[in-house]
């Protein structure tokens, strides 16, 4: 089991971080996969998912600056993100998309190693 997230990083309020995550198959193949993000003193929520076939959605608070996609035959999902702003910063997931319930998407229970952002004012 494998999920490896990068790109993470120092900015400042406006620019852009593009951010990978490697994942083995039996987490990736032809499941829904998405971003999470985990600010300080927060809980992790999720930001984009994307399905295999390419359906999007995305949290109002990042529609229109970030961008979800996948590359299936890698087995890794990117998360372009732009405009950021101080409120992004955050460690940043990856994981497979197993449902919503209760008020919460559901993911599974290894989370593998997230990325830090960091987005100066």
């Known amino acids: 089991v494998q999920l490896q997230a990068s790109g993470g990083g120092l900015v400042q309020a406006g620019g852009s971080l593009r951010l990978s995550c490697s994942a083995s198959g039996s987490i990736f193949s032809g499941n829904v996969m998405g971003w999470f993000r985990q600010a300080p003193g927060k809980q992790r929520e999720l930001v984009a998912r994307m399905t295999s076939n390419g359906i999007t959605n995305y949290d109002d608070s990042v529609k229109g600056r970030f961008t979800i996609s996948r590359d299936n035959a890698k087995n890794t999902v990117y998360l372009q993100m732009t405009s950021l702003k101080p409120e992004d910063t955050g460690v940043y997931y990856c994981?497979?998309?197993?449902?919503?319930?209760?008020?919460?998407?559901?993911?599974?229970?290894?989370w593998g190693q997230g990325t830090l952002v960091t987005v100066s004012s």
């Open positions: 994981n497979r998309i197993l449902g919503f319930s209760g008020g919460e998407w559901l993911a599974p229970a290894y």
